[in-house]
DNA sequence: TGGTTGACCAATTCACTCAGTCGGTCAATT
DNA sequence: AATTGACCGACTGAGTGAATTGGTCAACCA
């Protein structure tokens, strides 16, 4: 009824079935059972709504790495499960990993930004972690912003780069060995 | 004079200048003086040619990362030293750099082959210096394979990815703070 | 009358074509 | 035996017009 509502839903199915330059107006129209001008009531143009989507789909994974992490539990073990949550959701989330492969097979460039965007947010996201441990005394104080950074490109290399160039992917207990002897292990208190 | 020789400088020449697929096998002839069978008869073909020129650089490349190395010098300076040399090549380098450019551009598969083949090639090259560290006393034993791998993607991360999403390079000094307060800390016996 | 609509428009994209280019060959030449 | 460049078939990419698309707006309700 919502007619704001039935649009989002539309345009996130869209979007998540066909990517963002294969998904046309008059299409998102269709699927929410609503005029195409109607859209442009609610919505400047179809970034803008495109963007809307999006900030939705990063709030969903922002709850579902809170979702993960255990209360008391040690900073690098949240960490780790959070990260490895976002990066799952990265892979298995039906409009991300079509919106990654987008930019790989087409580089339409309004999704190159919102992929970085998101790069952002998550990095923000682990940022914040950081300087919260760092509040509770778990983790020394730090470099927070590029600890963050480098903490991201060290999980994304890892969970999704390194199966590009090898045979099989690696197990989570080779990259929790890894990070817990090195990055984890000198950020610890 | 040696036939062989002026078709290799020849083809880096215009390989460094043009690229990969804007290189015309007629043009290196010309460049090299030269008929363009002889090159056949040198080369099977064209992506062979470049693949011999492309191994000449990776040894270069080595090279001047062996030559910044200090013989005494701790493991931790040296490692910087020489990834950052390698990076500075991969960004400096006049084939390298065209490589890269027309790899984002063009996507020519010859290319990006050969590109993932020298990120290999750095990463053994890595590796080899960990055993070595290792083999020395300086270095904890590790996971010689994901150090190396994780390192390498750490520096290309800080040095060549950092620039494209803020204003500006990481200063040499942070990267080195950084690294030597995780990663580096806890390689070090 | 304020919200909704789809025919309509200009701009972009797409499929198609065909002339020109390129990698590779090989008979002629040195 | 080594070298060459004219030649070939496959591929490319500029040029084209037709079709599609994002966005607008006058008409149309409720």
């Known amino acids: 009824m919502d007619r704001r509502q039935e649009i989002l839903e539309g345009a996130a199915k869209s979007f998540s079935l066909f990517g963002y330059k294969a998904t046309t107006m008059d299409q998102v129209a269709k699927i929410a059972n609503v005029g195409k001008g109607t859209i442009y009531t609610f919505f400047a143009n179809k970034e803008e709504l495109f963007n809307a989507i999006v900030l ?3 709030n969903e994974m922002r709850a579902e790495a809170d979702a993960v992490s255990v209360e ?3 900073f690098e073990q949240n960490a780790h499960a959070r990260l490895m949550q976002m990066l799952k959701f990265r892979g298995t ?8 492969d987008e930019e790989k097979e ?7 930004e ?10 923000f996201y682990v940022k914040e ?32 780069d390194w199966g590009k160039t090898h045979d099989e992917e690696l197990s989570e207990e080779r ?3 890894l990070l817990n002897g090195t990055i984890f292990k000198s950020l610890l208190v």
């Open 56 to 58: 939705k789909m990063i």
């Open 72 to 74: 008391g539990a040690p």
């Open 93 to 100: 989330h039906q409009l991300y990993a079509k919106l990654i």
């Open 106 to 112: 087409l580089r339409t460039p309004a999704v190159g």
């Open 114 to 123: 919102v992929l970085q965007a998101i790069e952002k947010e998550i990095i």
């Open 129 to 160: 972690k950081i300087e919260k441990g760092i509040a509770k005394g778990e983790v020394l104080p730090c470099d927070t912003e590029l600890v963050a950074y480098i903490l991201f490109k060290a999980y994304l290399a890892l969970v999704s």
């Open 175 to 177: 990259i929790v060995a």
